[in-house]
């Protein structure tokens, strides 16, 4: 088992940043590929970023690319999400995800732990 916690989210205006945590507890964290999701009202859950073990390979979605950076560090069982240049459209539920292949994947379903996400805000 793992246990995710999120944290970092908040209210911020369009153009600034925001940087979210996501410390893990459980299971060996550095065997986990981590990935980042978000859900707005009436939305899907969507892929925004994951990062392999090693933290060597990262992916992002086409909207956040260039604006956010997801990086992990295994000594401190901890994964981020730095965002940059926000946007309105940014504004959802963020979570974190543990997902035990060694590929990067993009689909919710192939991720075996959630945390309980964390609301974050763009006001235009």
């Known amino acids: 088992q793992v246990q995710l916690v999120e944290s970092g989210g908040g209210l911020v205006q369009a153009g600034g940043s925001l940087r979210l945590s996501c410390a893990a507890s459980?299971?060996?964290?550095?065997?986990?590929?981590m990935g980042w999701f978000r859900q707005a009202p009436g939305k899907e859950r969507e892929f925004v970023a994951a990062i392999s073990w090693s933290g060597g390979s990262t992916d992002y979605t086409d909207s956040v690319k260039g604006r956010f950076t997801i990086s992990r560090d295994n000594a401190k069982n901890t994964v981020y999400l730095q965002m940059n240049s926000l946007k309105p459209e940014d504004t959802a539920v963020y979570y974190c995800?543990?997902?035990?292949?060694?590929?990067?994947?993009?689909?919710?379903?192939?991720?075996?732990?959630w945390g309980q996400g964390t609301q974050v805000t763009v006001s235009s």
């Open positions: 459980g299971r060996t964290f550095s065997i986990y590929t």
């Open positions: 995800a543990a997902d035990l292949t060694a590929v990067l994947v993009r689909s919710p379903y192939d991720y075996d732990y």
